[in-house]
């Protein structure tokens, strides 16, 4: 059957009726209403831990695993909240250890080991949980971590490829750049032996024009017959 707007209406006027403690004080208690024993839901450390002592456990973790960014920094917090549970659980568990019923009296009250009992079974099973939940946290930052190495030692693979290729281009430069030098030198040779060349004719030529002879400067001089 659907609301009328009448008791739509009251319903909101007796909503405004009641909203819970002012005081800061008195909300931080009723926050903690549902909180039994703290090993399961939203992670927080009791008022019978010290936050001390675990801001210590996580900077321990923060150190121990020095992640690099916020996805790294909340895998190791998580480690180190599930730790921290695990360890509120193993105190709980050891809380529930009574001895055995020795007289009439604690003959009378073995229902009340039984129910111990059954409490250390439930904290075993919350302990259990959160180490599973610290092992998966502890694979998920390893395996981003093997990740990132792989990414890093390709490009570490691909930066020494690269320099490779660079020291193999630059033998090439230097090896051009010497054949050049050498045809250079080669075409400086060449144009060194025509010109001693030429100044050697131009000096057979004027010593041939200053004896009476006329030789081109490019014509080598001819023997004179000896007369017979």
């Known amino acids: ?81 599930h730790t921290w549970v695990s360890d509120r659980a193993q105190r709980f568990q050891d809380g529930c250890f009574v001895v055995f019923p020795q007289s009439p009296e604690d003959e009378a009250n073995r229902q009340d080991d039984i129910a111990v009992r059954d409490e250390l079974d439930r904290y075993m099973r919350y302990q259990t949980a959160h180490d599973r939940a610290y092992q998966r946290a502890a694979n998920a930052l390893a395996k981003r971590r093997n990740e990132r190495r792989k990414v890093e030692i390709g490009f570490e693979s691909k930066k020494r490829c690269e320099a490779e290729e660079l020291r193999h281009a630059r033998q090439e430069e230097r090896r051009d750049a010497k054949e050049n030098r050498d ?46």
């Open 1 to 81: 059957m659907k609301a009328t707007k009448r008791q739509i209406a009251a319903n909101c006027a007796n909503a405004q009726k009641s909203t819970g403690p002012k005081d800061p004080a008195m909300k931080a208690k009723v926050s903690q209403n549902r909180t039994t024993h703290g090993l399961c839901g939203r992670f927080q450390v009791l008022p019978c831990e010290d936050q001390a002592e675990y801001n210590d456990l996580l900077n321990r973790f923060m150190d121990a695993e020095n992640p690099v960014d916020d996805v790294e920094r909340e895998l190791v917090a998580k480690m180190a909240r």
């Open 183 to 228: 045809q250079d030198l080669h075409k400086v040779r060449i144009a060194t032996g025509e010109m001693r060349l030429q100044l050697l004719g131009t000096k057979v030529f004027a010593a041939s024009a200053a004896a009476g002879q006329q030789l081109s400067p490019f014509e080598t001089p001819k023997e004179e017959k000896i007369a017979a």
